[in-house]
């Protein structure tokens, strides 16, 4: 069965570094689009990154741009996200997601097919 398995988060201070990593088994992880998404203490889960199958077009919400990289290893079956300059209201549990064909747009929760049980990023001011 389709299995997403995040690591990497952790407790760390405001402006610190962390890298999520996800690792996908089976699907064919080169055919599928990937996100990360995040649900912070009493909010909704809400988009956070977006790769296409090869890696060339990526995507984020506005409050990450220029702090958060998404990148895959199609080779290793794996998707990143580096996050650097964290702050305080990044603090969430991270999910990274599937889709096989997205129609309804990248940002969207139901258009991911499978999830992960995410990893907690938690940053201290």
């Known amino acids: 069965q389709v299995q997403l398995v995040e690591s990497g988060g952790g407790l760390v201070q405001a402006g610190d570094s962390l890298r999520l990593s996800c690792a996908a088994s089976?699907?064919?992880?080169?055919?599928?689009?990937m996100g990360w998404f995040r649900q912070a203490p009493g909010k909704e889960r809400e988009f956070v990154a977006h790769?296409?199958?090869?890696?060339?077009?990526?995507y984020y919400t506005d409050s990450v741009k220029g702090r958060f990289t998404i990148s895959r290893d199609n080779a290793k079956n794996t998707v990143y996200l580096q996050m650097n300059s964290l702050k305080p209201e990044d603090t969430a549990v991270y999910y990274c997601?599937?889709?096989?064909?997205?129609?309804?747009?990248?940002?969207?929760?139901?258009?991911?097919?499978?999830w992960g049980q995410g990893t907690q990023v938690t940053v201290s001011s």
């Open positions: 997601a599937a889709s096989r064909s997205l129609r309804g747009g990248y940002n969207v929760e139901n258009e991911y097919d499978y």
């Open positions: 089976g699907l064919t992880f080169s055919a599928y689009y």
């Open positions: 790769i296409s199958w090869g890696g060339g077009s990526t």
